[in-house]
């Protein structure tokens, strides 16, 4: 029993079993996982070798300034100064990581405020908005990281807040008097509802919708200079009252008087403390980490916590590893394409994999960071994920990589050091017959096991 406990540590937590590393659980795997939830994690060194996204933004902002080709070029070189080197980056951190409970969070995170390169204009930024503002906060207060998330400019690009201006603010009144009615955007608010707070089914209605959105105008960055041309670029966050609807706003029952850029974040605050947010979030943890459909009890505890604690996510995530639940089916959940490619290196050791080792089966298999198809992110079941083709493309891949491993891995050693205790027997007869050193790492890859966390 200890063992399938640190084999659900290692991947149902973490990202990925390394051989070696039940040896660093110590038989403890919740004290392993607890000892993770640190609020003062230090940045990595390494991140202080990238350039910041305000660095990014300013870069292409300049560019957009002078000409349409010079804005173009400046985003080709942010992708390639910057983008691509960073899931490099990114990749090589997780499978090297010795706090992957960490890194686990860091992903869910970030998928809950999912950004896409489809705005290709901020895309090179994501990375750093990553780094920026999901990392500091995967164990601090839910209400910082949605104010941070909410106020950067790829956020604001990504859901169209910065074409968004008050019917009533001097922008919007100049906008109508020039024949151009319908100046306010609700993409931005409807997203922050439905996606990142309350979700769905949280009780909001349209009006409220409609309300948030004119809260949230005249939020924009620095490469919007609306009403002063001459103004000095930047790529941070940046308030245009002229763009702003004045007057209060009445959202979910609540009055929040005229105030500018605060009336927005007061709105932020109370949904971060709303207890369909704590609901919503609470749903999405449990199906994370224990099943596609998860307990009610579970995701009631877990909204408890998050309430009582008013959004705190180092104790909202002791809660999660103190759960039985989690810990019951070694295999209920599938690894997403990113998850399996991490652990396959994981397990084989390749901290300095490729680029084209990283980046080519994340495309194959339909999962590039940062690309997700909608602001919804990436899914979390597994019908989205191991459809028979699929799969292939998941076991075509392993066959490839085995052949490229070293022979001191010896497929019966590899099989205890990574699946050990939850392999079939099926599956030890499989990779006890193989024809060969690469077929048999290539069956523990391919194998139920191996696939599902």
């Known amino acids: ?126 990375p750093a908005f990553e780094r920026e503002v999901i990392a500091p906060h995967v164990f601090g207060r839910f209400s910082d990281m949605l104010r941070a998330a909410a106020r950067h400019p790829c956020m604001l690009i990504y859901l169209d807040n910065v074409a968004s201006m008050g019917p009533n603010s001097p922008l919007g009144i100049r906008r109508r008097q020039r024949g151009n009615p319908g100046s306010l955007n609700e993409n931005f608010a409807r997203e922050l509802l439905e996606l990142h707070t309350l979700g769905v089914d949280g009780g909001y209605t349209r009006d409220d919708i409609v309300e948030l959105a004119k809260a949230l105008t005249g939020w924009g960055h620095g490469g919007i200079r609306l009403g002063n041309q001459e103004a000095p670029v930047h790529g941070r966050f940046q308030f245009f009252e002229i763009a702003h609807e004045p007057g209060a706003r009445r959202i979910l029952g609540q009055t929040y008087p005229e105030g500018g850029a605060e009336q927005g974040l007061a709105v932020l605050d109370d949904l971060a403390r709303h207890p369909s947010t704590a609901r919503h979030i609470a749903r999405k943890l449990a199906r994370h980490f224990i099943a596609d459909d998860p307990p009610e009890p579970a995701i009631t505890h877990i909204a408890q916590v998050f309430a009582e604690t008013d959004g705190d996510l180092a104790a909202v995530s002791r809660a999660i590893i103190a759960l039985d639940a989690a810990w019951a089916d070694p295999l209920a959940k599938v690894k997403t394409p990113y998850e399996f490619v991490i652990g396959v290196h994981r397990a084989a050791g390749r901290i300095r994999a490729r680029r084209q080792e990283i980046n080519e089966p994340l495309r194959v298999l339909g999962q590039v960071p940062f690309s997700a198809p909608s602001p919804q992110g990436w899914s979390d079941r597994a019908g989205d994920w191991i459809a028979p083709q699929s799969l292939m493309r ?22 205890e050091a990574v699946i050990g205790p939850v392999a079939s027997a099926d599956v030890r007869l499989w990779v006890a017959r193989a024809p060969s050193h690469d077929a048999g790492l290539a069956m523990i890859f391919a194998s139920p096991e191996f696939q599902r966390r």
């Open 394 to 415: 998941r076991i075509e891949w392993t066959r490839r990589l085995a052949a490229t491993l070293p022979s001191s891995l010896a497929p019966a050693d590899f099989l």
């Open 1 to 126: 029993m200890r063992a399938i406990s640190s084999f659900i540590a290692l991947n149902r937590f973490g990202m990925g079993a390394r051989p070696g590393d039940e040896e660093t659980l110590r038989g403890a795997p919740r004290g392993w996982l607890n000892a993770q939830v640190r609020r003062d994690r230090p940045a990595l060194p390494v991140y202080g070798r990238l350039r910041s996204s305000e660095q990014i933004l300013r870069a292409i902002f300049e560019g957009r300034r002078t000409s349409p080709q010079a804005q173009a070029a400046a985003v080709r070189r942010a992708y390639r100064r910057d983008f691509y080197p960073s899931l490099v980056t990114r990749a090589r951190l997780m499978i090297a990581s010795d706090t992957p409970f960490a890194d686990r969070m860091l992903l869910f995170w970030s998928n809950h405020f999912s950004l896409s390169t489809t705005r290709r204009i901020s895309g090179a930024a994501i």
